[in-house]
């Protein structure tokens, strides 16, 4: 059985931090694409950022580049994304997902993937 658990969310004020994990059993990511996504409240799944599993390719949107960064530990079979500056516009529930066969052109798709974790709160207000 397939299982992403995200972690890390919560409420910190305009321009501070956090680092979201998402925590992986059931498959080995090495070989999968993996994706954090946000939907803000009455909108869809926007992909945030992806990362290719075999080979040094990766997606920032726009609004996140030079502020978020997607990582993972291979030996923990862990996906990471640090969110620096944080912005009133970067608050949402923010998901991970992970596909196997997923085309670099369809990275930022929310409905290219197979698999999803439960999501986790980022608010970012004074």
């Known amino acids: 059985q397939v299982q992403l658990v995200e972690s890390g969310g919560g409420l910190v004020q305009p321009g501070g931090s956090l680092r979201l994990s998402c925590a992986v059993s059931?498959?080995?990511?090495?070989?999968?694409?993996v994706g954090w996504f946000r939907q803000a409240p009455g909108k869809g799944r926007e992909g945030i950022s992806c990362a290719s599993g075999t080979a040094p390719i990766t997606y920032y949107e726009d609004s996140v580049k030079g502020r978020f960064t997607i990582s993972r530990d291979h030996g923990k079979n862990t996906v990471y994304l640090q969110m620096d500056s944080l912005k009133p516009e970067d608050t949402g529930v923010y998901y991970c997902?992970?596909?196997?066969?997923?085309?670099?052109?369809?990275?930022?798709?929310?409905?290219?993937?197979?698999?999803w974790g439960q999501g986790t709160q980022v608010t970012v207000s004074s």
């Open positions: 997902a992970a596909d196997q066969t997923i085309i670099t052109s369809s990275m930022a798709t929310a409905h290219a993937y197979d698999y």
């Open positions: 059931g498959i080995t990511l090495d070989y999968y694409v």
